[in-house]
């Protein structure tokens, strides 16, 4: 494997597949020992995120969203 000119190198398909490296991921490299070490990068989550987590799952229903809509307007 080489590195451009432009100090890119091109991370092998099943290395990609294996770690779940998509296109869009952000990576870092990290200096460990004598070795360059690819990592994803730690995302910090926003305090969006953090109430999502916490939301998701809260209404639990078998009325389909049609249904829900139908409720919220009958009020109207």
């Known amino acids: 494997m080489n590195i ?3 100090g890119q ?3 092998p ?3 990609r597949n294996r770690f779940g490296l998509k296109p869009g991921t952000q990576v ?3 200096a460990e020992g004598g070795k360059v ?3 994803p990068k730690k995302r910090r989550a926003s305090t969006a ?4 987590a916490e939301a ?3 209404l ?3 009325k389909t969203t049609d249904e829900l809509m139908r409720l919220t307007r009958e009020g109207t």
């Open 4 to 6: 451009t000119s432009k």
């Open 9 to 11: 190198v091109t991370i």
């Open 13 to 15: 398909q099943r290395i």
């Open 28 to 30: 870092e490299f990290v």
């Open 37 to 39: 070490v690819l990592k």
């Open 49 to 52: 995120d953090e109430w999502l």
């Open 56 to 58: 998701r799952g809260f």
């Open 60 to 62: 639990r229903t078998t």
